[in-house]
């Protein structure tokens, strides 16, 4: 386990400074002031992925395609960065009330050595049913992070075969048709959130 590393959210405040330079470009950050978190609409790639999800059953974008996803990387031994964002996309989707039900909130654990399908199930749904934990072998992951741009990094482990983990902590978001459409940070709140998903769900 670990604190959150700097140097991984120096990449990150990065990446989104440039996603909303270019988003500006293209009229998303200039036109679509009823967005509070960052537009990423026409940026980032659709969802796509083929993994296993906490029940053991293959999954693709397709099983979830209808529905909200807020794609999330993390681990399940994560001290404090993982479970205050799952935490706060929670209390997010409270405020949704019945429309909850319209969004899926996939947990892809970076530390699939130590996170089982059952770990995964466990830990994910303390947070609530809408919730789902993904795993996949090294490379499915690597071309997964390398297609969302997401940074971890796994360290040795010590005599007890305990490791460190560090990973970029943004939250994705596409629409029902998979496209890409919005980014939150570690600083978003579970007010603004809700206003987001609530406007995708409505058709935005």
């Known amino acids: 386990m670990s604190l959150p590393d700097p140097i991984f959210h120096r990449p990150r405040l990065i990446l989104a400074a440039a996603l909303c330079s270019f988003a500006a470009m293209l009229g998303g950050c200039s036109q679509q002031t009823s967005w509070r978190l960052i537009n990423i609409s026409g940026i980032v790639s659709p969802l796509a992925f083929s993994l296993t999800d906490d029940t053991g059953r293959q999954v693709t974008a397709d099983t979830y395609r209808g529905r909200i996803v807020m794609l999330y990387f993390g681990y399940t031994h994560c001290p404090d960065v993982c479970p205050t964002t799952l935490a706060t996309l929670s209390r997010a989707l409270s405020k949704l009330g019945n429309n909850a039900i319209k969004v899926r909130t996939l947990f892809v654990t970076v530390d699939p050595q130590r996170d089982t ?9 303390a947070f609530g049913p809408e919730f789902i934990g993904l795993r996949g072998n090294d490379p ?13 990094s796994l360290g040795k482990p010590d005599a007890h075969g305990n490791y460190e983990v560090t990973h970029s902590d943004a939250v994705f978001i596409f629409d029902a048709t998979d496209k890409a459409r919005l980014m939150a940070e570690s600083s978003s709140t579970a007010t603004d959130l809700a206003h987001d998903l609530q406007q995708l769900i409505d058709g935005a």
Not at 117 to 125: E, H, I, M
Not at 140 to 150: Q, S
């Open 117 to 125: 399908p059952q770990l995964l199930k466990s830990y994910t749904q």
């Open 140 to 152: 499915e992951l690597r071309r997964m992070t390398k297609r969302y741009r997401v940074t971890y």
